[in-house]
């Protein structure tokens, strides 16, 4: 059973409109991840974190992807003008602060952007 | 681009049979790499993880490194329908070491 909770576990939302989903990541791990996959398997690195501080994050991130993770509340990225190209799987994942350390990941949010 | 591929695309087995799954990496700076696996409507599960040549077994699994070719697999004996699932070779990069680049996956389908 995962013990990374994500919500909700589906999303559906019209191009332009703002999605955001939410991540509660395992009692003890302060590095969050975001990865996108999509309907081909292909996974994307979005943004990491550690604790509340942005570790790395790529360009797509940047511009019209938004993402915290705030002390005492769920972790949560937002998109802020939904594509259809943004259809896809959005998996949260944590882990312990350690190199190569093994990630947990959370059942997804499946965003369909109609 | 930093890239890890993966073969075959599907695989089917029967039941107690043996599944066997590749990868292979085209950046040497990878020297980690995690077999991942997803069953449908489920996040990835981590398997095992390498990172020394040779062999590594945990179970029914085993997870075979040869750093000099880049080449990473994994083989299921005794395989079982659970195991129905897609399967991913990872290997964490960046100045981290943490984030993940994930090979395309191979669905495996094992028959009763």
């Not at chain 1, 990374?4 to 989903?21: F, H």
Request: with cysteine; aromatic share 10%.
């Amino acid at each position: 059973n995962s013990k990374v909770i994500q919500t909700p576990r589906y999303l559906v939302k019209g191009q332009g409109q703002k999605a955001k989903m939410r991540c509660i990541p395992e009692k003890g791990h302060p590095v969050v991840f975001w990865y996108q996959q999509n309907k081909n398997n292909e996974f994307k690195f979005l943004i990491n974190f550690q604790n509340q501080e942005v570790l790395q994050q790529i360009d797509m991130t940047e511009k019209r992807f938004s993402a915290e993770c705030p002390s005492n509340s769920p972790c949560s990225l937002e998109i802020q003008s939904s594509e259809a190209g943004d259809s896809a799987l959005y998996l949260c994942a944590s882990s312990l602060p350690r190199l190569y350390a093994e990630q947990f990941f959370g059942p997804g949010t499946r965003l369909t952007v109609l | 681009q930093q890239k890890v591929q993966q073969s075959p695309e599907s695989l089917s087995v029967p039941e107690g049979g043996m599944a066997s799954l590749n990868c292979t990496s085209s950046d040497r700076n990878f020297q980690y790499f995690w077999w991942y696996r997803q069953h449908s409507g489920e996040g990835p599960k981590a398997l095992m993880s390498i990172f020394s040549d040779g062999d590594k077994k945990e179970g029914r699994f085993t997870a075979h490194l040869n750093k000099a070719s880049l080449h990473v697999s994994l083989h299921i004996r005794d395989s079982q329908p659970s195991d129905s699932a897609l399967y991913f070779c990872a290997a964490p990069y960046g100045s981290s070491g943490n984030k993940l680049i994930f090979g395309i996956g191979t669905l495996l389908s094992v028959k009763p």
